[in-house]
């Protein structure tokens, strides 16, 4: 089966769907594994469907631009059986055992698919409000499903998940912003453009200048505003969860500090964590975890 397939040949068994999830996360680049070896084997198979169902919807209509918005109208409606029917696709499959066992609300999962509707119909972000509107549905949502599968589902600590999730989405726009041009895409604001001198016209040639350093600097400072706010959220969890928020924005600044190491040229080379710099956050927190240190320095 596709892993874009709206409407698979056969329905899949509970079993068979928690591994097509898995195969799914992991066969797809991320700054981290899915699932860390963080997390508990029997929950993570409820990350794994969670983050399938994220990666179905990103990768819909790939293949056939003028039909995305007829399949993500597709997937929604397989989505809506997860609470009143039978859903038939794998991802979706495993994903309504994990909604029935951690009574997940339908909003978050309908705002990751109204994110890739956004997607055909704004190209471009006029404000960082606009911006900052996209990141609470395309990012946002994925960081109050994992409070929830770790049983939080309080307002405090979902503002502060918020923080970490719109960094990371942040974060990943500025390391992108080559391949998103390349899609047609800007997700640096036309205000912040303008602000600093630089035009669209130059960014669309590729252009790095004086300008475009200074505007990816301001992006970078203020995105590692966000992780600040959102490390916070360590101190208000426990256990693996505590560990892998930290990894999570600890990986995003690392990404933030690559940004800067190239003088802020996204454009001729995209900045990434190598594997041996992947390895050596993981082994920090796992130590500090270990020892009963937070994460972000504190005990």
Same mark, same amino acid.
């Given at each position: 089966?596709?892993?874009?397939?709206?409407?698979?040949?056969?329905?899949?068994?509970?079993?068979?769907?928690?591994?097509?999830?898995?195969?799914?996360?992991?066969?797809?680049?991320?700054?981290?594994?899915?699932?860390?070896?963080?997390?508990?084997?029997?929950?993570?198979?409820?990350?794994?469907?969670?983050?399938?169902?994220?990666?179905?919807?990103?990768?819909?209509?790939?293949?056939?631009?003028?039909?995305?918005?007829?399949?993500?109208?597709? /997937?929604?409606?397989?989505? #809506?059986?997860?609470?009143?029917?039978?859903?038939? +696709?794998?991802?979706?499959?495993?994903?309504?055992?994990?909604?029935?066992?951690?009574?997940?609300?339908?909003?978050?999962?309908?705002?990751?698919?109204?994110?890739? #509707?956004?997607?055909?119909?704004?190209?471009? +972000?006029?404000?960082?409000?606009?911006?900052?509107?996209?990141?609470?549905?395309?990012?946002?949502?994925? $960081?109050?499903?994992?409070?929830?599968?770790?049983?939080?589902?309080?307002?405090?600590?979902? @503002?502060?998940?918020?923080?970490?999730?719109?960094?990371?989405?942040?974060?990943?726009? /500025?390391?992108?912003?080559?391949?998103?041009?390349?899609?047609? @895409?800007?997700?640096i604001p036309l205000e912040d453009i303008a602000r600093f001198g630089?035009?669209?016209?130059?960014?669309?040639?590729?252009?790095?200048?004086?300008?475009? #350093?200074?505007?990816?600097?301001?992006?970078?400072?203020?995105?590692?505003?966000?992780?600040?706010? $959102?490390?916070?959220?360590?101190?208000?969890?426990? $256990?693996?969860?505590?560990v892998d928020i930290a990894l999570f924005s600890l990986g995003g600044?690392?990404?933030?500090?690559?940004?800067?190491?190239?003088?802020?040229?996204?454009?001729?080379?995209?900045?990434?964590?190598?594997?041996?710099?992947? $390895? /050596?956050?993981?082994?920090?927190?796992?130590?500090?975890? #270990?020892?009963?240190?937070?994460? +972000?320095?504190?005990?």
């Amino acid at each position: 089966m596709r892993p874009t397939a709206v409407s698979p040949p056969r329905p899949a068994t509970l079993e068979e769907a928690y591994r097509y999830c898995e195969r799914l996360a992991r066969t797809h680049y991320e700054n981290f594994t899915v699932g860390s070896l963080l997390i508990p084997k029997a929950q993570r198979r409820h990350v794994y469907a969670i983050y399938g169902f994220c990666r179905t919807v990103d990768d819909l209509g790939d293949e056939a631009q003028g039909e995305r918005l007829k399949r993500l109208d597709a /997937w929604e409606r397989g989505f #809506r059986l997860c609470y009143d029917g039978t859903p038939a +696709h794998p991802v979706l499959v495993a994903l309504q055992a994990t909604i029935q066992a951690f009574d997940l609300p339908p909003e978050p999962f309908l705002k990751l698919v109204e994110a890739n #509707r956004i997607d055909q119909r704004a190209k471009l +972000h006029p404000t960082y409000q606009d911006l900052l509107r996209y990141c609470d549905h395309s990012a946002n949502p994925v $960081g109050h499903l994992f409070l929830y599968l770790f049983g939080y589902r309080d307002a405090d600590r979902q @503002r502060l998940a918020d923080a970490s999730c719109t960094a990371l989405q942040l974060t990943n726009f /500025w390391q992108d912003v080559r391949r998103d041009l390349d899609k047609g @895409r800007i997700y640096i604001p036309l205000e912040d453009i303008a602000r600093f001198g630089y035009s669209q016209a130059e960014l669309e040639r590729g252009v790095v200048n004086e300008s475009f #350093r200074r505007m990816m600097a301001f992006e970078v400072a203020r995105t590692r505003d966000l992780f600040a706010q $959102g490390l916070k959220l360590v101190d208000m969890v426990d $256990g693996v969860a505590r560990v892998d928020i930290a990894l999570f924005s600890l990986g995003g600044l690392a990404v933030l500090k690559a940004i800067e190491r190239q003088k802020y040229d996204t454009l001729a080379h995209r900045p990434a964590l190598s594997r041996a710099r992947k $390895g /050596w956050l993981l082994l920090s927190m796992l130590a500090k975890a #270990r020892l009963g240190v937070r994460p +972000h320095g504190g005990r």
